[in-house]
Structure formats: C-alpha cells, structure tokens
C-alpha cells in the first residue's frame, strides 16, 4: 500500500496524508469482521472538486476512503487503485479513516482564505457507513460546519445519520443544510444482491421520514436505476410511490453508469449472477461509462411523472401525499429485455 503521491481524485498533487502516521486496526466484532482500518492523519479535508466533473458543487469533504457497504457499481472504487488496493474486495474491506478530520475542517473553514462556500459529503463514499459507529467523526464535522454557519448537503444509505439529528437541525437554524437519502429500488432480492452492506432500503425510508417529522426536508437520489434489473414500470412505480408516502420533499432519479474500476467489478459480478444479461449491458454501455441519452432521458421522464402522481414535490408541510390504492402496483410489468 503506498500513501505518498495520494491526494484527493487526483493522485499527481501532493500527498494528503502523513506517512508516518498511518494505524492499522482490525476489529474481532461481527460487524468488522474481515475489515481492515487504516487511521491516517490527514493534510487537508476540504477537496476542490475538478473543473471538469458534473457535480453541481465545489466542495467536498470525505472522511473515509472505501465503503463497507460494497455496493457493486459503485463509482469510487477507481480511487483505491491510488493506493495500490484494488477496486473490488480491498475497496469494500480496506477502509482509510481519516481519524482528525473534526479538528482539520474546524481549522480549514476558519482560515481567512475560506469564503463559506458549500460543501458537499458523501458523494465519494458515504459517510455514514459502518465506520462511523465506531470513530463517530461526523458529529465534530457538523459542529464545526454549523459553528461556522457553513451551508453543507449530505447523501448518504446509511441510517447512523439519525444519531446526529439535533446538530443537524441546529446546524440548519443558522446555515443552509440538505440531506439526501439514496434509495434506487425497493426490490429485496436486488438490494440483498448489489448492496450487500447497507441498511435496507425501507430502513433508509425510514430515514426520510424520521428527518421530516423532525423540521428537516429530505429529498431521495432514486439512484442507481440499475438497467434491466430494476427498471420496469412496475419497479420504477412501486420505488416512487414508497419514496412518497415517506414524506420525501424530491425524488432524482439516476441511471447506472459504469466508470472504470466499478466497470469491471459490477460486470463480473453480473457475469456470476445474470449471465444472460451480459452482451445486453456490452450493448447499452458500448459508448462509454454512462447509458445512452435516450434511456437516461425515459428513465427521468417516468420517474418525474411518477412523481407528480404522488404528489412529490414543492408541497406544503403537512400536505397529504396522492397515493392510490394498492392496486396500482399490481400492473403487469413488460420483459425485462424490452429495452434492446
């Protein structure tokens, strides 16, 4: 494992970590077990976010590098080859834990050369995962966000966000706070499969509605919508309508796409589990790591309409959610190879 040369997505910049600080701990505990920690002293925490990225902010902080929660497309996995891990088992098993991330951030925002400009978590990996239980490093990184009256959003599938609730709403009485929740289907079997690591999908609903009986909006990230798998009308109906009646104040959907590093590891994984569907994803990926714009383009669309029949949106609070009978998830979904 080597930790010069690593910084942020980039690893040309300077090191982010001190080498001669680097901890290794395992934990004999059913929830660790087969996970190796790594406890690093970090240089820096707030990341610039590339100029060329999408992400619609500039700011990140991540505490954590790899994710036991071992979602099979996820799209950080590249970020462990930095490392000389690879993008599979080490990236669900080897966790860096940034162990002064509360007492660095507190020490970034309050430098005179910070304007207060948004910053984002969980986008890399989530910040809420299993680690947190342990090293609980998110509620010194809200307190000092909210000392400061730093606006900041938080994505994450973990339902340990519910510790930190009172910060989070004092933190949203003096600064802009959004917390989104990812939820991409509500299918058993497909969680089970290709998440294996996080909390039920109705435990992460759950979470929306918790937040929003307690004065904070949660919107949900209907992500990924997994091709083949999880795209059906019916799926896409049954998600929406269990994402409305949790009282979610938005719901964004987003297609599967397949980086490299996450490519490899989700189409092997998919190879062992669905081999039939193989030359199907070799088709509808053959442009690159993202599906093509027109599936992209019916995957919103339905999603959206969706959504304005349940009545998710710029609602009131308190506002009932449209949502009829049960019946209207029992419509027959089309075969799943409808697509190509």
């Known amino acids: 494992m080597r930790w010069d040369a690593l910084s942020g997505e980039d690893p040309a910049n300077p090191a982010l970590f001190s080498t001669d600080a680097v901890t290794t701990r395992t934990f004999d505990t059913p929830e660790f077990r087969g996970i190796t920690f790594h406890e690093v002293r970090a240089r820096s925490l707030l990341n610039r976010v590339p100029g ?79 680690a947190e239980g342990r090293y609980r490093l998110m509620p010194g990184i809200l307190t000092a966000l909210r000392d400061h009256a730093n606006p900041f959003s938080i994505l ?34 497909l969680w089970r499969s290709v998440e294996p690591g996080t909390p039920a999908p109705e435990r992460r609903l759950d979470v ?25 009308p019916a799926q896409l109906r049954t998600t929406v309508r269990a994402i409305a009646a949790a009282g979610a104040t938005s719901v964004t959907p987003l297609t599967l796409h397949l980086r490299p590093g996450a490519r490899e590891w989700y189409l092997a994984w998919l190879a062992r589990n669905h081999p039939h569907l193989v030359h199907h994803y070799e088709a509808l990926y053959a442009d690159g790591a993202y599906a093509p714009k027109w599936y992209q383009r019916r995957i919103t669309r339905q999603v959206h309409e969706l959504a304005a029949e349940y009545g998710i949106g710029p609602t009131g609070p308190g506002t009932a959610r449209r949502i009829a009978p049960e019946a209207a998830d029992r419509a027959p979904a089309p075969t799943q190879l409808s697509l190509l």
């Open 52 to 130: 060329a990225s999408r992400m619609p902010f500039e700011w990140t902080v991540n505490p954590y590098r790899g994710c036991s929660h071992a979602c099979v497309y996820c799209f950080a996995r590249k970020t462990h080859s930095y490392l000389d891990l690879d993008t599979g088992a080490d990236f669900d098993s080897q966790i860096v834990v940034k162990t002064n991330a509360p007492e660095l951030l507190r020490r970034e925002l309050g430098s005179s050369r910070w304007r207060g400009e948004h910053v984002a978590m969980g986008t890399n990996v989530d910040c809420y995962q299993r």
């Open 156 to 189: 994450t599938k973990g339902t340990l966000i519910l510790r930190d609730l009172e910060v989070l709403r004092s933190a949203s009485a003096v600064a802009d706070v959004g917390v989104s929740v990812s939820v991409g289907f509500t299918d058993e079997e």
């Open 208 to 232: 929306v509605r918790t937040l929003s009986e307690h004065g904070i909006p949660c919107g949900v990230l209907m992500a990924p919508v997994i091709p083949f798998l999880g795209d059906s």
